[in-house]
Nanobody
Framework: QVQLVESGGGLVQPGGSLRLSCAASGFSIDTYEMRWYRQAPGKAREFVGY????????KYADSVKGRFTISRDNYKNMVYLQMNSLKPDDTAVYYCNFPARNFWGQGTQVTVSS
């Protein structure tokens, strides 16, 4: 059925970059807004950003603005989160979200550490 699978997480040094992917299946993302969230240990889930169906509107939380970029490939049914200039505070589990159906992926761990 509907499924979102995040990948691309891992260990990275401060200042480094990482590209996360969200593979959707069971539905076509082409007419839907998609979102990214993250959750660090002991903290509440935090909104990262969203991208509308045709990528004409993309917004970010202040904490990541200027460093992170959300993109999508509707043909591949994929959403991406490019993360640059990573900081230790970016360490979290990152989740892909399909808000139209309140559906979440399993998350992928990103650890920023020297």
């Amino acid at each position: 059925q509907v499924q979102l699978v995040e990948s691309g997480g891992g260990l990275v040094q401060p200042g480094g970059s990482l590209r996360l992917s969200c593979a959707a299946s069971g539905f076509s993302i082409d007419t839907y807004e998609m979102r990214w969230y993250r959750q660090a240990p002991g903290k509440a889930r935090e909104f990262v950003g969203y991208i509308n169906s045709v990528a004409s509107s993309i917004k970010y939380a202040d904490s990541v603005k200027g460093r992170f970029t959300i993109s999508r490939d509707n043909y591949k049914n994929m959403v991406y989160l490019q993360m640059n200039s990573l900081k230790p505070d970016d360490t979290a589990v990152y989740y892909c979200n399909f808000p139209a159906r309140n559906f979440w992926g399993q998350g992928t761990q990103v650890t920023v550490s020297s």
